[in-house]
């Protein structure tokens, strides 16, 4: 009773939050109601006995992408008049791409089949002493380790293809030159300072840069030929 009563509560709040995602005006309320929504879906996910897919919801999606998000939306500086000009201008095409894909929608679920042993199936626990997290490493690692591999490399491709395309190599840009700043004559040095003085008492000195030390050298050359 009490898990039932917690399911509903559970899935109203996702699903108000889920609509508030989209309806929100504001982009920073919009990801804080995605948040929301990943908070109770991961309580779904504890009802349902996924304790491990609920810490991986609450972990990876809330603090990571989730948090993203916001620091992204609050760094953007959005023009929101501008932003309901576009969205009236493209509001009958999105109604039409959005229609499309609703009738897609309906022509799956009017076809779908599901399989006899599904209800079966479903809410199944796991077998004896084997956890939530085990009986998954073994359909990933064991049973479909070469598609979870495939998958992997997948998306190292398209990582690599992604630092590709956006590395530019501009000319005038000043890069760290760490050889030069490690093997640089007169950097460190060495003093005795007596116990007790302070910065004021005997002073900070700074090695000399080479464009200071090219107008001593040129004046000693100079005196030398008079």
Not at 127 to 153: C, K, M, S, W
Not at 186 to 192: A, I, K, L, Q, W
Not at 215 to 221: D, G, R, W, Y
């Amino acid at each position: 009773m009490i898990a039932t009563l917690a399911f509903y509560v559970f899935a109203a709040i996702l699903i108000a939050s889920a609509v508030m995602v989209v309806t929100s005006r504001n982009p920073v309320h919009s990801v804080l109601f995605l948040i929301l929504a990943f908070f109770n879906a991961a309580a779904l996910f504890l009802i349902a006995g996924a304790e491990f897919l609920a810490m991986i919801l609450v972990i990876v999606y809330v603090g990571a992408v989730a948090v993203l998000f916001l620091f992204v939306v609050m760094m953007l500086d959005i023009d929101f008049a501008q932003l309901r000009e576009g969205f009236q201008r493209y509001a009958p095409l999105g109604a039409i791409i959005g229609g499309i894909l609703l009738l897609e929608l309906f022509m799956v679920l009017a076809t779908w089949r599901f399989a006899p042993e599904a209800a079966a199936l479903r809410m199944n626990p796991n077998p004896p002493g084997v956890t939530n997290a085990e009986a998954l490493g073994r359909i990933l690692y064991t049973d479909n380790i070469f598609l979870f591999q495939g998958a992997g490399l997948i998306l190292l491709v398209a990582m690599i293809g992604a630092i590709v395309l956006t590395l530019r190599d501009r000319p005038g840009t000043r890069r760290q030159d760490i050889a030069a700043q490690v093997s640089r004559a007169g950097s460190v040095s060495v003093r005795s300072v007596p116990q007790g003085a302070g910065l004021k008492e005997i002073g900070i000195l700074r090695p000399p840069s080479p464009e200071e030390e090219k107008p001593k050298q040129v004046e000693h050359h100079h005196g030398g030929h008079h």
